[in-house]
């Protein structure tokens, strides 16, 4: 299983831009990057999902490198509204080898500061 | 639609009694995951269905730990002869098919053993 390794905290000001960087260095040919935002007591939301090169959608974009050994998650002028955890996995349930699991790490506490 | 719903939102038990935690998840949705989540903590893995076929129950924490999905939708956990140690939230979350397919989470349910 491809474990993962970021940052514990991040702190920002608004308006900013916020690159959070993921490591996992035994990522698998098979599987995906993807970020997850979690809010207090909220389950985790979707963000970005990618496999290689950059990915952009309304909310963040997602760069990788040609090696996928990390994985950089930006956010554009961020907002109070941003602050949460945020949460990188790498996995893929298509894996063959009998383990579905898809593993959190610790995440990112982002605090946006006015 | 509907997103992941999950029930009840909160649970107090006693050290020793039974509980039954419920997960609807999003129609249509083959895949289907629980994950226990301690304060402060990423979420962890617990278990993996595809369809009612439980294909991963590796992270279940010991056999007082039980899942099904009898009918590939509906799920519960259930957890016998509680303890402290199991005070966590417990988050489901559903995707259309495993490898790539983003995951939808619930709210979660609190589960509080006393």
């Known amino acids: 299983l491809a474990k993962t390794t970021q940052p514990i905290s991040m702190d920002s000001y608004e308006g900013q831009e916020v690159n959070i960087t993921c490591s996992h260095n035994?990522?698998?040919?098979?599987?995906?990057i993807t970020w997850y935002q979690q809010f207090p007591s909220q389950g985790p939301r979707f963000i970005i999902q990618?496999?290689?090169t950059k990915v952009t959608n309304e909310v963040a974009s997602l760069f990788i490198p040609a090696d996928r050994k990390s994985s950089t998650l930006s956010l554009p002028r961020v907002s109070l509204s941003d602050t949460a955890v945020y949460y990188c996995?790498?996995?893929?349930?298509?894996?063959?080898?009998?383990?579905?699991?898809?593993?959190f790490g610790k995440g990112t506490k982002l605090s946006v500061i006015p | 639609g509907a997103g992941v719903s999950q029930s009840p939102r909160y649970k107090v038990a006693k050290r020793g009694q039974d509980v039954a935690l419920r997960c609807d998840p999003i129609?249509?949705?083959?895949?289907l995951f629980w994950y226990q989540q301690a304060l402060g903590q990423g979420p962890e893995f617990l278990t993996y269905?595809?369809?009612?076929?439980?294909?991963?129950k590796s992270g279940l924490p010991s056999d007082r730990f039980f899942a099904e999905r009898p009918e590939g939708s509906v799920s519960t956990l259930k957890i016998q002869r509680t303890q402290q140690e199991d005070s966590a939230v417990y988050l489901c979350?559903?995707?259309?098919?495993?490898?790539?397919?983003?995951?939808?989470f619930g709210n979660g349910t609190r589960l509080t053993v006393t």
């Open positions: 035994n990522i698998a040919t098979n599987d995906y």
């Open positions: 990618g496999y290689k």
């Open positions: 979350a559903s995707s259309f098919e495993g490898g790539s397919s983003p995951l939808h």
């Open positions: 129609s249509g949705h083959v895949s």
């Open positions: 269905f595809q369809n009612e076929a439980q294909l991963d």
């Open positions: 996995l790498v996995g893929d349930t298509y894996s063959g080898a009998g383990s579905y699991q898809l593993t």
